[in-house]
């Protein structure tokens, strides 16, 4: 990079950024990989003060959905398991479901069968044939 040589040269990071008319934070700016936010923790706690790891949790919820007639998503997991004593957030464990394939599949819209006002208008032949109003008080 041209700056790098002028600053070598000159001394000054401030003054060739400007006159180049560079700002300072894409001067310094270096790219990352990975990635990005906090990373995800590997364990919760319980109500009684014991550490339980993510592997634990995952064995408690795979058998609950063994469960016969127990067809949960991750909130009613989530509460399933705040009522057992755990301390944990309905986003880990859809993080954790998601990631074990455990989730249900996102209901589909079924958009065919849709009925649209302009098929539920009367046809008329002149104006005024045909008046509607609402009565909204009395």
Do not use: C
């Not at 859809?94 to 069968?113: I, T, V």
Request: net charge positive.
């Amino acid at each position: 990079m041209v700056a790098h040589e002028f600053i070598h040269e000159i001394g000054s990071t401030s003054f060739v950024l400007k006159t180049v008319g560079l700002s300072k934070s894409t001067f310094y700016y270096r790219p990352r990989s990975g990635q990005r936010g906090r990373q995800a923790t590997t364990f919760s706690r319980h109500a009684a003060g014991h550490i339980v790891s993510n592997e634990e949790i995952l064995a408690a919820v795979r058998w609950l959905l063994a469960q016969e007639f127990v067809d949960y998503g991750y909130v009613k997991v989530a509460v399933w398991l705040q009522r057992k004593g755990l301390i944990i957030n309905r986003k880990k464990i859809y993080r954790l479901m998601r990631a074990e394939k455990l989730l249900l599949p996102k209901p589909s819209r079924d958009r065919s069968g849709k009925t649209w006002v302009k098929d539920l208008l009367p046809i008329t032949q002149r104006a005024f044939d045909y008046l509607e109003f609402d009565i909204k008080y009395i």
